[in-house]
């Protein structure tokens, strides 16, 4: 049988990223932090220095020649992003500075036009704080309700109780696609489905999941879709908010000041069309064109089946060495994961396992991993986490397992 | 009054020999903190009235909680942690500070940390940690000398 994909060329994709030829603390390191942020390939790198050595301007409204090639270059990414995630229009792509900023502005500008006392938001136990916080700052100022979908010992999403949840208040369904601190794909198309039904809003925090599953927004039939560009290969400071045209254009602007006007006087502004009435004041230019570079990068590798698939196969090989280590317990152990592996030690504390994997060279996540909630579901404080991505390897996975099998048996 | 002298080492003899003990690891990142670990693993076990947020020292990742009481004209130390190189970490400090008079505590050079270059060891964020450690001591070791001052 032909070979085809990632599994054969991990070689090609490895020398794509120059940060993972180093020593840390001495040996060859291994990078499995990759919910946290994913490496850089070479060409996100150089579409980085490309700008500034050549082409740096600021955007719209210049008729010089680098304006105009920086505003070509910028726009180009939006078109890109447009049909990466399968947007029915351009102008539906907002560039943010992250997950955290696209959720905060639905929660700010949509929330203070469309919420009203007594209202109902929904958010899942197994959010991230960054789909709690805005959601509770809003549910404040207006006199909303903030419920909770809980999460079963699995790691998966109590379906049935979401159900009862929604009703005639219900307003907003804002739940993440992909737990980073689990690795749980939740049903968000059933999820969303339901809450239009309903006649709510819905949001999906996307952070942890485009870099794992394809995204089509018109099939999901969210009204929005928040995620980061340094999840996905690309640099940080850089997000992108999906919204519904009907929606954003039904929305008032969060933040004002240039760009995002039409005229303005003392005694009354117009707003500029959409996206950019959203994005007030000089974007982060380069690095939204080295974004474009990023998904370039993802669609010349065959695309996210085949990563999936190359995650799956190091998911499974972890998760079947950990399970063989007395004492290691698996958190989060849904039917749907992608290469998220959270797990906890007995008798020993999560940073120090961080500590004494980093001296032999690998890099994990520890702590609460930004879903306090979550990890009080569960009686603990936090965990080890191992996530994986492209560029890792089957002889990384079992180094590691070796690894933490050997450092426990030594502090017992 | 008269005072009963219980730790005869000062502070550079035991720093020297903390000094010496790391000498042995060399490079050795693993064994370093495992050591660390175990000797966060010796230190004797704080009295749960203390580990309540009154006694935890604020500026650490780790949960870290720190008594002390004055016997005679010096002053003594506690602590517990719940990560075992945290543990290691303050028993460490209380090694050296722990037992020697107030004054010498406030105006103790802490140079054994440098020399076994901790900061590489345990990286920027629990050196914050550390950090903070070290003042809440100080801090304690002030207040019981205002008080001796006051009597």
């Known amino acids: 049988m032909e070979q085809t994909g990632i599994k054969t060329d991990i070689g090609k994709i490895r020398e794509q990223f120059p940060v993972l030829r180093q020593e840390v603390n001495g040996k060859k390191l291994i990078y499995f932090d990759n919910a946290a942020t994913t490496q850089k390939p070479l060409s996100v790198i150089n579409a980085l220095t490309d700008y500034y050595r050549h082409y740096n301007a600021n955007i719209h409204r210049g008729v010089h020649a680098l304006a105009e090639r920086a505003t070509a270059a910028y726009e180009n990414t939006r078109k890109l992003i447009g049909e990466f995630i399968n947007a029915t229009d351009t102008e539906e792509v907002i560039f943010t500075s992250g997950t955290t900023a696209g959720i905060n502005l639905v929660a700010s500008a949509w929330g203070r036009k469309f919420l009203q006392k007594d209202d109902e938001v929904i958010i899942s136990e197994m959010e991230h704080h960054s789909n709690i916080v805005p959601w509770q700052m809003i549910c404040e100022e207006k006199g909303a309700r903030l419920m909770v979908i809980p999460v079963d010992n699995k790691g998966e999403l109590v379906m049935s109780e979401y159900e009862k949840m929604l009703g005639d208040r219900t307003r907003m369904v804002a739940v993440t696609h992909i737990s980073n601190a689990l690795g749980t794909i939740n049903p968000v198309e059933e999820i969303v489905a339901k809450a239009r039904e309903a006649g709510a809003v819905t949001l999906l925090d996307g952070a942890q999941a485009t870099a794992h599953v394809d995204i089509d927004v018109q099939a999901l039939g969210c009204d929005f879709y928040a995620f980061s560009a340094h999840k996905l290969f690309g640099p940080t400071g850089v997000g992108i908010l999906y919204g519904k045209r009907a929606i954003l254009e039904a929305m008032n602007p969060w933040q004002g000041g240039g760009e995002m006007i039409e005229e303005v006087t003392f005694e009354k502004t117009t707003y500029n069309e959409i996206p950019y009435k959203f994005e007030a004041g000089t974007p982060n230019i380069a690095d939204v064109i080295a974004f474009g570079e990023a998904v370039r990068f993802l669609n010349g590798i065959g695309g996210k089946k085949e990563l999936l698939s190359h995650e799956r196969e190091l998911l499974q090989k972890a998760t079947e060495g950990l399970k063989a280590i007395d004492g290691v317990k698996i958190i989060g152990e849904a039917h749907e994961k992608i290469g998220v592996l959270s797990f906890v030690v007995d008798g020993m504390h999560h940073f120090d396992i961080g500590m004494l994997l980093d001296a032999r060279g690998i890099a994990v996540r520890t702590g609460h991993h930004c879903t306090q909630p979550l990890m009080r579901r569960y009686g603990i404080e936090g965990t080890v986490r191992a996530s994986f991505s492209i560029y890792n390897t089957t002889e990384e996975v079992e180094f590691f397992i070796e690894s933490l099998k050997q450092i426990i048996a030594k502090w017992r | ?151």
């Open chain 2, 1 to 151: 009054m008269e005072i009963k002298d219980k730790r005869p080492a000062s502070l550079e003899d035991i720093q020297n020999e903390i000094i010496d003990e790391f000498s042995i690891f060399g490079d050795d990142r693993e064994s370093t903190i495992f050591y660390i670990m175990e000797l966060g693993q010796k230190l004797p076990p704080l009295d749960e009235q203390y580990k309540t947020d009154q006694y935890i020292i604020k500026g650490c990742q780790s949960k870290v909680w720190l008594t002390a009481r004055l016997e005679g004209d010096r002053v003594y130390f506690d602590a517990d942690s719940n990560t075992e190189i945290t543990k290691g970490l303050i028993s460490l400090l209380i090694r050296v500070l722990s037992g020697q008079k107030a004054d010498d505590i406030i105006n103790a050079d802490l140079y054994f940390l440098e020399k076994i270059g901790m900061s590489n060891i345990i990286g920027a964020q629990r050196s914050n940690g550390l950090a903070a450690m070290i003042k809440q001591m100080k801090l304690y070791a002030l207040a019981f000398k205002s008080k001796m001052n006051n009597e």
